[in-house]
């Protein structure tokens, strides 16, 4: 079951490092189209995205320069794949709140929207329970679902340089000289 639970994939640069779904968007789509593909290509993910918990920076571990703008969203769970694109060169697990906090130390942005997402029990609101008063506790409860098969799925963009900027216009030019 992977009711609160968050969704991590291993990294192909480092197969021991664990991270959330990302990539870049193309032209024609949306950020949250992008993250949603994204996901499935990567993990094997179908779903709806239920809110933005925001833009995150990643930032390069020797010089802090900005290496990425991550935009992370959260996303109610409709399919989980056996097959999907990536199968073969990732892996895919599902970790509790906390140990997700563990398994993402060296990557600060995952962290940050952990703490956003409605898997942090510091955001959960109260459960349906907590609203009753001491003299109905013998009428049942029903759990809170806010959580419920929710992964973060993320999109990343890096920021682009000039040099980033120079490079696409040689490839434009390049295509359009080939083509």
């Given at each position: 079951?992977?009711n609160h639970?968050?969704?991590?994939i291993s990294s192909?640069?480092n197969?021991?490092?664990?991270v959330?779904p990302k990539?870049?968007?193309?032209?024609?789509?949306?950020?949250?189209?992008?993250?949603?593909?994204?996901?499935?290509?990567?993990?094997?993910i179908?779903?709806t995205i239920?809110?933005?918990?925001?833009?995150f920076?990643e930032?390069?571990?020797?010089?802090r320069?900005l290496?990425?703008?991550?935009?992370?969203?959260?996303?109610?769970?409709?399919?989980?794949a056996?097959?999907?694109?990536?199968k073969k060169?990732?892996e895919?697990r599902?970790f509790?709140?906390?140990?997700?906090l563990?398994a993402?130390q060296?990557?600060?942005?995952i962290?940050?929207a952990?703490?956003?997402?409605?898997?942090?029990p510091?955001?959960a609101?109260?459960?349906?329970r907590d609203s009753?008063?001491d003299q109905?506790?013998?009428i049942?409860?029903?759990?809170v679902v806010?959580a419920?098969d929710?992964v973060?799925?993320?999109l990343s963009t890096?920021t682009?340089?000039?040099k980033?900027?120079?490079r696409?216009?040689?490839m434009?030019?390049?295509k359009s000289?080939?083509?």
């Amino acid at each position: 079951m992977q009711n609160h639970r968050v969704l991590l994939i291993s990294s192909r640069k480092n197969k021991d490092a664990w991270v959330l779904p990302k990539g870049g968007w193309e032209q024609d789509e949306t950020q949250e189209h992008a993250a949603t593909r994204e996901t499935w290509e990567e993990a094997g993910i179908k779903g709806t995205i239920t809110r933005q918990l925001g833009v995150f920076e990643e930032r390069t571990n020797k010089k802090r320069h900005l290496k990425a703008h991550h935009w992370i969203f959260e996303m109610q769970i409709d399919e989980v794949a056996k097959k999907f694109p990536e199968k073969k060169k990732r892996e895919r697990r599902w970790f509790t709140f906390q140990e997700a906090l563990v398994a993402t130390q060296d990557h600060r942005y995952i962290q940050e929207a952990l703490m956003q997402s409605s898997l942090n029990p510091a955001r959960a609101p109260p459960s349906p329970r907590d609203s009753f008063d001491d003299q109905q506790d013998d009428i049942e409860s029903k759990p809170v679902v806010h959580a419920m098969d929710t992964v973060p799925a993320t999109l990343s963009t890096a920021t682009p340089t000039s040099k980033d900027m120079k490079r696409k216009s040689i490839m434009k030019s390049l295509k359009s000289i080939f083509n």
